[in-house]
């Protein structure tokens, strides 16, 4: 089992303990500092809600196909490239196998790229 983005130190487990299942009540919620030194009125950070982060994650670099390594600082940018790189490919897969007016040129800003169709798609703009 990989250790990649859990915890190193002493005390971890290799199997994921029960989440509570209101860990944030079902409502965006946010940790804050405490208003002052010793007021103890901070927000306490479990090992369930840190859990859940690792294992989202986790959970998203694996499905987008790339491999977990403590070494790469890159892998969650590696997935969400991948991932766009799978939906502009569903999106115009069989459009662009059938080469019927497909065209990809640079964008106005650096690191995009445009796609432009005449098949009745909007022109779209992409961060590559």
Do not use: H
Not at 69 to 94: T, V
Not at 107 to 126: D, F, K, M, T, W
């Amino acid at each position: 089992m990989t250790t990649a983005i859990g915890p190193q130190g002493p005390n971890y487990t290799t199997s994921r303990p029960a989440t509570s299942p209101v860990a944030s009540g079902g409502i965006d919620t946010w940790a804050k500092d405490c208003t002052a030194a010793g007021a103890k009125d901070g927000t306490f950070l479990n090992a369930s809600f840190f859990n859940i982060i690792v294992a989202q994650l986790r959970e998203t670099i694996r499905q987008a196909g790339v491999a977990l390594d403590d070494l790469d600082d890159l892998m969650l940018y590696k997935a969400i490239q991948n991932i766009a790189d799978e939906r502009i490919a569903a999106i115009l897969g069989s459009r662009l196998s059938a080469n019927r007016g497909v065209r990809i040129i640079p964008g106005v800003a650096p690191g995009y790229l445009v796609i432009q169709s005449n098949l009745g798609l909007s022109e779209r703009p992409v961060l590559t």
